[in-house]
């Protein structure tokens, strides 16, 4: 969220106020993602609807169906201020599905990214099945952990952090900062090599259906990030 926002809510919390030293050390840069109300045009960012893809692009399969269309972000539409991001550039995220529910989440490959640089050869991937699409819009700001199990040195009582929620601007749609929650096999922060890229909440009218409505959270490798290598993706749900 805001930052400007967040420090507010921090030093007007008779709970929060005397450790606003720790927060700010452990807070980490973010970007929040909302719907605009609009149709996103080919090259814009969104959940759902049709991917931009070069020609030729295969469609990729898993062992017990195929992959959906998750959406894509075109990082020229964000001023992320953090440098962990690239500055331009399409990512297409696509995820593993079945009609039977079988597939998990937690498997290597359920979510697949294809990043190009440069999305003059790209077009709409006529793909054969079009969910509705939701146009992303992007806010920078910084993030604190949501959520008790998410550190084990809380100077505080943690039931502060529920009001979250309640502030102007908070997401459960967002780039970087915190896991929503404990993942990849109960660890918050899976080693000091895994970021947090994306959280994204269950949307009945996108067929996003994450752990019986949880959210899906997507880690990847600092170095990676930090080279535009988006080709080894890490996911958990619950």
Same mark, same amino acid.
């Given at each position: 969220m805001k930052a400007e926002i967040l420090k507010h809510f921090i030093e007007?919390?008779?709970?929060?106020?005397?450790?606003?030293?720790?927060?700010?050390?452990? &807070?980490?840069? &973010?970007?929040? /993602?909302?719907y605009a109300t609009e149709a996103p045009k080919s090259h814009e960012s969104r959940f759902g609807g049709q991917p931009?893809?070069?020609?030729?692009?295969?469609?990729?399969?898993?062992e017990l169906g195929e992959y959906r269309f998750l959406g894509q972000i075109n990082f020229a539409e964000m001023h992320d201020s953090s440098g962990l991001l690239p500055t331009s550039g399409l990512?297409?995220?696509?995820?593993?599905?079945?009609?039977?529910?079988?597939?998990?989440?937690?498997?290597?490959g359920y979510v697949l990214a294809y990043y190009y640089p &440069? /999305?003059?050869?790209?077009?709409?991937?006529?793909?054969?099945?079009?969910?509705a699409a939701k146009k992303l819009q992007f806010s920078t700001g910084v993030e604190i952990p949501r959520?008790?199990?998410?550190?084990?040195?809380?100077?505080?009582?943690?039931?502060?952090?529920?009001?979250?929620?309640?502030?102007?601007?908070y997401s459960e749609n967002y780039l970087l900062g915190y896991p929503f929650f404990y993942s990849l096999a109960y660890d918050p922060t899976p080693s000091?090599?895994?970021l947090s890229l994306?959280?994204?909440? &269950?949307?009945?009218?996108?067929?996003?259906?994450?752990?019986d409505g949880d959210m899906l959270m997507v880690f990847i490798e600092k170095a990676k990030l930090a080279n535009a290598d988006f080709s080894y993706l890490k996911a958990d749900a619950g």
């Open positions: 007007h919390d008779a709970e929060l106020a005397p450790h606003a030293d720790y927060l700010a050390a452990i &807070s980490k840069p &973010s970007v929040d /993602i909302t931009m893809l070069p020609k030729g692009f295969v469609w990729p399969t898993h990512l297409v995220l696509l995820y593993a599905y079945d009609e039977d529910g079988e597939i998990f989440w937690g498997d290597d &440069s /999305i003059d050869q790209l077009t709409l991937y006529p793909q054969a099945e079009i969910t959520r008790k199990d998410l550190r084990q040195d809380w100077p505080f009582d943690t039931d502060a952090l529920y009001d979250l929620a309640e502030l102007d601007g000091d090599e895994w994306l959280t994204i909440t &269950s949307d009945e009218a996108l067929d996003f259906l994450w752990h």
